[in-house]
């Protein structure tokens, strides 16, 4: 009897072992998370979740933890009415590795003009629906294909990261520890979300959303590899003399593919004088001025990060390129000037002829 519970005593022994050998990790990011009172939240968290720690840096010696500091955790417990810690093991595990940067990076990484490009371990068409291009393997290795952030250095000095639709400050640490760097933030990352999705939550794209939704015109890009859409604010849709959003769903078809580039481009990828072409074979030139970006004449005002790619936030409607690409004939047969409408109570329908005019003529007047 007595014997024949020894060798379960052993095996208890080596299985309290293994996980040990692999905590390595785990524990010594701990250490050096002790160092910082304001990351003591997250420092707790991996002290008990050692195994979702070793398995997302595995033996890897060069990533770069985003470390979200105190406030916020507590931001996210009160926008999420419940604790990091407490989330759903998915949602934990999903969240840490938009968290981690597949690099070493430090403070003087983040110098370039736009920024930096920066592949995380978050993976899953779910909230990575995109591949790495030639620019990014070249950084991080072929492997690195995790869903982005985008990190840039202020004038001021100060770095603030666009993960999803969020802009947080970032304080350099540069702390290096036996997995990599430490650097921290002030905010936990949403995770990205499709294009309408992200549309809706995006403050000034209203008119832009309702049209979206009445129509369902972003289905079909919502789950396309590989995008950067650009989404005319309120502002835009008001300029073009059209506050109302009934568009019917070819119209909205018409203007949204005319809006995306089947490619993601990002903003450290920007050069003056790109040439991209559309869903719809028009093509859109990009400017550098300064500081801003301009599709055509319609500049930038912010960006957001979709699972399938990138969202700029643009002040115009893009006018049609006079000479849509090659491969391509325009198909419209409308009318390219606006003409008056018959009934004067068929006001969606006033607006709408109005808003395919601006489209279709490709107007000066809006460039
Ligand atoms: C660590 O990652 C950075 C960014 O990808 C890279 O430039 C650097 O060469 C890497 N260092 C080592 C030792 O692999
Ligand atoms: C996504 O674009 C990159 C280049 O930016 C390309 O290498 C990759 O193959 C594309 N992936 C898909 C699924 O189209
Ligand atoms: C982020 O840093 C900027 C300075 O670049 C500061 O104005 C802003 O208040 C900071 N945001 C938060 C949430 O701390
Ligand atoms: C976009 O995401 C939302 C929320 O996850 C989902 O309900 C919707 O079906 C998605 N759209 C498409 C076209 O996949
Ligand atoms: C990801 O892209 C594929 C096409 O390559 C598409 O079939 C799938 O629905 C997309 N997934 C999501 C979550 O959008
Ligand atoms: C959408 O509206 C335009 C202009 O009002 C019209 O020419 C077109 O036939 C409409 N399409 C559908 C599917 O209703
Ligand atoms: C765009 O051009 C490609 C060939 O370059 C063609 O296959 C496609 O049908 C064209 N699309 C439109 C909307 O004209």
């Not at 293994?18 to 390595?24: A, E, G, L, N």
């Not at 030639?134 to 993960?163: E, H, M, R």
């Not at 294009?195 to 049209?211: I, N, P, S, V």
Request: aromatic share 8%.
């Amino acid at each position: 009897m007595y014997s024949s519970l020894r060798p379960v005593a052993v095996l208890c022994c080596l299985a309290g072992f293994i996980p040990r050998v692999f905590s390595d990790t785990a524990s010594d990011l701990s250490a050096a998370l002790a160092q910082y009172p304001s990351l003591s939240n997250l420092r707790q968290l991996v002290n008990q979740q050692p195994t979702v720690i070793n398995t997302l840096f595995g033996n890897n010696k060069n990533f770069t933890l985003l470390a979200p500091s105190n406030e916020a955790f507590s931001s996210f417990a009160s926008s999420h009415d419940r604790s990091l810690p407490s989330a759903e093991p998915d949602l934990l595990k999903n969240t840490l590795s938009y968290h981690i940067l597949a690099g070493g990076l430090t403070y003087s990484n983040f110098d370039g003009p736009r920024g930096i490009t920066v592949p995380t371990l978050l993976t899953g068409e779910l909230y990575n629906n995109r591949s790495s291009g030639v620019s990014l393997a070249a950084n991080f290795g072929p492997g690195a294909n995790g869903q982005v952030v985008l990190i840039q250095k202020q004038s001021d000095g100060y770095v603030q990261v666009q993960a999803s639709l969020l802009q947080v400050n970032l304080t350099a640490l540069d702390k290096q520890w036996s997995g990599g760097y430490i650097q921290m933030v002030d905010h936990v990352f949403d995770l990205p979300k499709n294009c309408t999705e992200t549309m809706e939550d995006t403050d000034g794209l209203d008119a832009l959303y309702e049209a979206l939704k009445e129509s369902g015109a972003y289905g079909p890009i919502d789950t396309m590899p590989n995008v950067t859409c650009l989404g005319p604010n309120d502002d835009a849709f008001n300029a073009a003399g059209n506050p109302q959003k009934n568009f019917n769903t070819s119209e909205t078809n018409w203007m949204v593919r005319s809006h995306v580039i089947p490619q993601p481009l990002y903003p450290d990828q920007i050069q003056n004088g790109l040439v991209l072409q559309t869903l719809r074979n028009t093509s859109i030139e990009v400017r550098v001025e300064g500081e801003h970006i301009f599709f055509n004449n319609a500049r930038v005002q912010s960006t957001a990060l979709t699972n399938n790619g990138v969202v700029y936030v643009v002040d115009k409607i893009l006018a049609r390129d006079p000479t849509p690409a090659s491969g391509s004939a325009p198909t419209s047969t409308t009318d390219p000037s606006p003409s008056p409408t018959k009934n004067a109570a068929d006001k969606p329908s006033a607006t709408k002829q109005f808003l395919l005019a601006v489209i279709v003529a490709g107007s000066f007047s809006l460039l």
